[in-house]
């Protein structure tokens, strides 16, 4: 069963365009959600993580959306350039002392034309 | 230090071989995770240590073999490996107060 159900699967956008990428979640007990980047080859990157006692969460150009009462977040990525075509993967966990489980979703395959 | 590092970064072994992976972390990190990454895939947990013990095994098979000699060093001892075991495998921290994961580069591993 999956946890996180993440959306779209693949994405292209223009240069200066805004990204939007989805997730959804079931389990209530998670409280930890955070957005990694990945570009082929390499490891994935912590780009930003929220909280659910926050709605939203602004790094520079990466902002995540969350709404609790949907079970829903999202990643805006605002004047997209080439250089964030990479792969995107939400994911989810309860933050608790020790090591827990981070639930991924399936990843979003982010194209930004110049 | 702010990386988790892992050797090495291509592998190359034939079924029969023994060969192990190394994956390092000095920022004072008492979680370490190993995932396996298929093409196009989410990584998928394999093992967890917290404080330098096994508190996670998601039903690996045992020719995957995890050892964690010290809080910043972690290994994972591969035997008799099948073609399908190909894959990028991952190294992950956390400091073990919150599930914040950093990962390494990965090592890709090929086997014939």
């Known amino acids: 069963q999956q946890q996180v159900k993440q959306s779209p699967q693949s994405l292209i956008v223009q240069k200066g365009g805004i990204s939007i990428i989805n997730c959804a979640y079931e389990?209530?007990?998670?409280?930890?959600f955070p957005w990694y980047q990945q570009f082929p080859g390499k490891g994935p990157a912590l780009l930003i993580a929220?909280?659910?006692?926050?709605s939203e969460k602004k790094e520079g150009r990466f902002t995540i959306s969350f709404n609790k009462s949907a079970k829903q977040f999202s990643l805006h990525i605002m004047d997209s350039q080439p250089g964030d075509s990479a792969t995107y993967f939400c994911?989810?966990?309860?933050?608790?002392?020790?090591?827990?489980?981070?639930?991924f979703g399936t990843g979003t395959r982010l194209t930004v034309i110049p | 230090d702010t990386e988790v590092t892992q050797t090495p970064k291509h592998l190359v072994m034939g079924m029969t071989n023994k060969k192990s992976l190394k994956c390092e972390q000095h920022?004072?990190?008492?979680?370490m995770y190993w995932y396996k990454q298929k093409a196009k895939k989410p990584p998928e947990l394999m093992f967890v240590?917290?404080?330098?013990?096994?508190?996670i095994n998601e039903s690996v098979p045992s020719r995957f073999s995890p050892e964690c000699p010290n809080s910043s060093l972690l290994n994972l001892h591969l035997h008799a490996l099948q073609p399908e075991d190909s894959a990028l495998y991952l190294c992950?921290?956390?400091?073990?107060?919150?599930?914040?994961?950093?990962f390494g580069p990965g090592t890709r591993l090929t086997v014939l």
């Open positions: 992950a921290s956390s400091t073990g107060l919150t599930n914040e994961q950093f």
């Open positions: 389990n209530t007990a998670f409280d930890y």
């Open positions: 929220i909280r659910p006692d926050v």
């Open positions: 994911a989810a966990s309860i933050d608790q002392t020790g090591a827990n489980n981070l639930f």
């Open positions: 920022m004072g990190h008492r979680a």
């Open positions: 240590y917290s404080y330098e013990k096994l508190s």
